[in-house]
């Protein structure tokens, strides 16, 4: 079953940009103007007006901080990690924590998106990617 996760975001041109024109995702044709829709594995990522969001959910759309999520991307290499944080940065993203070594034996790194967003981007050697770059959890 496919999944979606669904971020609110200030300004909708300036999301699809970031992800489409600076990181490079694909958007799907059944975008509209209040919502983009990015495939990204088995995940549908869907940008949607945050004030619309908001009152779809009955909440307030204001609020700024740490939010207690954040989403995360696993590389093939250590290399790789740095190469997406670069990209992310020429993109519009915010460097937050540039790669390091992890306790665990792997290499991390954080940026925001343009409406401040957490992505991780990993490279763990216990968690090696399949041809199709998902996941091979032990």
């Known amino acids: 079953m496919d999944q979606s996760?669904?971020?609110?975001?200030?300004?909708i041109e300036r999301s699809r940009r970031f992800y489409r024109d600076g990181l490079g995702w694909q958007m799907s044709a059944a975008s509209t103007e209040d919502v983009a829709f990015f495939r990204t594995g088995g995940v549908v990522?869907?940008?949607?007006?945050?004030?619309?969001?908001?009152?779809?959910?009955?909440?307030s759309p204001e609020g700024s901080g740490f939010a207690g999520i954040g989403l995360a991307h696993n590389v093939a290499t250590r290399e790789l990690v740095d190469d997406a944080l670069e990209a992310a940065v020429v993109a519009g993203g915010t460097l937050l924590n540039p790669g390091t070594e992890?306790?665990?034996g792997g290499y991390t790194g954080y940026f925001a998106y343009?409406?401040?967003?957490?992505?991780?981007?990993?490279?763990?050697?216990?968690?090696?990617?399949?041809?199709?770059?998902?996941?091979?959890?032990?």
């Open 102 to 104: 992890t306790e665990r």
């Open 5 to 11: 996760l669904t971020l609110g975001v200030l300004d």
């Open 45 to 59: 990522l869907a940008l949607y007006k945050r004030e619309q969001l908001a009152a779809d959910t009955n909440l």
């Open 114 to 138: 343009p409406d401040g967003f957490l992505r991780e981007i990993a490279w763990n050697p216990g968690f090696p990617l399949r041809e199709d770059d998902s996941i091979d959890l032990p």
